[in-house]
Nanobody
């Protein structure tokens, strides 16, 4: 069975950094897309970053571009989200997801499997 295990959340002050990890089991990293989403209280889930191997494409939300970096470690079957220069508005529950098919990083329905969330809290 496919499983995505997320770790690395926590509480930091504004300007700090965190690295989230999402380790997959049940499939090998090949041509899938991997995405990081977040959802703050009272807000809709939004994509933060995505990397789509089959499309050789990477996507970043405007709000995080230049501060966050998504990367894959195929040997470890892990996708990372390095988050630098964190802001209070980055506070949310963060999820990773895996999908196969056409490159649609913003579409939650393009992802077939989801990991559990990890809380990121940024204080001012």
């Amino acid at each position: 069975a496919v499983q995505l295990v997320v770790s690395g959340g926590g509480s930091v002050q504004a300007g700090g950094s965190l690295r989230l990890s999402c380790t997959a089991s049940g499939f090998r990293f090949d041509d899938q897309g991997m995405g990081w989403f977040r959802q703050a209280p009272g807000k809709e889930r939004e994509v933060v970053a995505a990397i789509w191997t089959s499309a050789a494409a990477t996507y970043y939300a405007t709000s995080v571009r230049g501060r966050f970096t998504i990367s894959l470690d195929n040997a470890e079957n892990t996708v990372y989200l390095q988050m630098n220069s964190l802001k209070p508005e980055d506070t949310a529950m963060y999820y990773c997801a895996a999908g196969w098919g056409a490159y649609q990083p913003l579409n939650p329905n393009a992802y077939n499997y989801w990991g559990q969330g990890t809380q990121v809290t940024v204080s001012s």
